[in-house]
T-cell receptor
């Protein structure tokens, strides 16, 4: 199946610091989705990117899709304790393929 | 309320004892799937279904069965559970299939934590 590499696996930040997670694929992607899973919860859809070079913002979250459509990033500005959780990128082929996720811990 | 429900939420069983985890969605979604989540491995797709009576294997189908007799239900069956199937299981549904022109949001159930002794 298709694979997408996601880094870092873990990230600890002080509250107020920024955070970025990256997803990389060896093949050109048609689209990429991002999900967030709170501790003890289930994945929740955040956004979908389709166009080359696309940038979308949701309050303090900025999502980017690379020009070559082989990579994507999620950047959180000024993290808050509510941002704690694991962030997954998801690519699609004949099924959905999840990255391994980045677990974010925010230290108050 | 639009939702995906799973039952049971927690299950402890013994090796070889057949079990079924139910999944139901009330959004009239065509696409449904089952995932297992293990530490460090993310979510891996077990089986998926594009519509009634249409099911396909995902990345880790060994030891699992599914059926899609009705659009809203997609049960996961473990005929003879083994300890390596101890995991957190999620059911998900979406309106559109992944390889449609614009794959849709997946809605996830709350999860079923299974322990096989």
């Amino acid at each position: 199946g298709q694979q997408v590499m996601q880094i870092p696996q873990y990230q600890h930040v002080q509250e107020g610091e920024d955070f970025t997670t990256y997803c990389n694929s060896s093949t050109t992607l048609s689209n990429i989705q991002w999900y967030k899973q709170r501790p003890g919860g289930h994945p929740v859809f955040l956004i979908q990117l389709v166009k080359s070079g696309e940038v979308k913002k949701q309050k303090r979250l900025t999502f980017q899709f690379g020009e070559a459509k082989k990579n994507s990033s999620l950047h959180i500005t000024a993290t808050q304790t509510t941002d704690v959780g694991t962030y997954f990128c998801v690519i699609t082929g004949n099924q959905f393929y999840f990255g391994t996720g980045t677990s974010l811990t925010v230290i108050p | 309320e639009a939702q995906v429900t799973q039952n049971p939420r927690y299950l402890i069983t013994v090796t070889g004892k057949k079990l079924t985890v139910t999944c139901s969605q009330n959004m009239n979604h065509e696409y449904m799937s089952w995932y297992r989540q293990d530490p460090g491995l993310g979510l891996r797709q077990i089986y998926y279904s594009m519509n009634v009576e249409v099911t396909d294997k995902g990345d880790v189908p060994e030891g699992y069965k599914v059926s899609r007799k009705e659009k809203r239900n997609f049960p996961l069956i473990l005929e003879s559970p083994s300890p390596n199937q101890t995991s957190l299981y999620f059911c998900a549904s979406s309106f559109a299939t992944p390889y449609s022109g614009s794959p849709d949001t997946q809605y996830f159930g709350p999860g079923t934590r299974l322990t096989v002794l």
